[in-house]
């Protein structure tokens, strides 16, 4: 059974750093892109960052703009984990974080990930 298991959510005041971690399990992801993606209440679920590997120790990372250069996505091939690194927190930033693993060529889209955590709440206080 394929399993990602998020966890570092948490409560943090505007300009915190908080991170978030993603254990995956029931299978090898190693070919596969990892994402992390956020839900606000009321609002669509969108595209946070990406992590894809080419092969060998060649790999990307994509940004939603809004975070480009606060956040820092990471990845354990031997541990199966993906991280995400989140500094000078705004409120805006408050949603639950999902992470998502799936062929998804780095896409953007929720919708072309095969696999979801259970999410972890995050929250900014201003």
């Known amino acids: 059974q394929v399993q990602l298991v998020e966890s570092g959510g948490g409560l943090v005041q505007a300009g915190g750093s908080l991170r978030l971690s993603c254990a995956a399990s029931?299978?090898?992801?190693?070919?596969?892109?990892m994402g992390w993606f956020r839900q606000a209440p009321g609002k669509e679920r969108e595209f946070v960052a990406v992590i894809s590997w080419t092969g060998g120790s060649v790999y990307y990372t994509h940004y939603a703009d809004s975070v480009k250069g606060r956040f820092t996505i990471s990845r354990d091939y031997a541990k199966n984990t993906v991280s995400l690194q989140m500094n000078s927190l705004k409120f805006e930033d408050t949603a639950v974080y999902y992470c998502?693993?799936?062929?998804?060529?780095?896409?953007?889209?929720?919708?072309?990930?095969?696999?979801w955590g259970q999410g972890t709440q995050v929250t900014v206080s201003s």
């Open positions: 029931g299978r090898t992801f190693s070919g596969y892109d």
């Open positions: 998502s693993a799936g062929s998804a060529g780095g896409s953007h889209n929720p919708r072309v990930y095969d696999y």
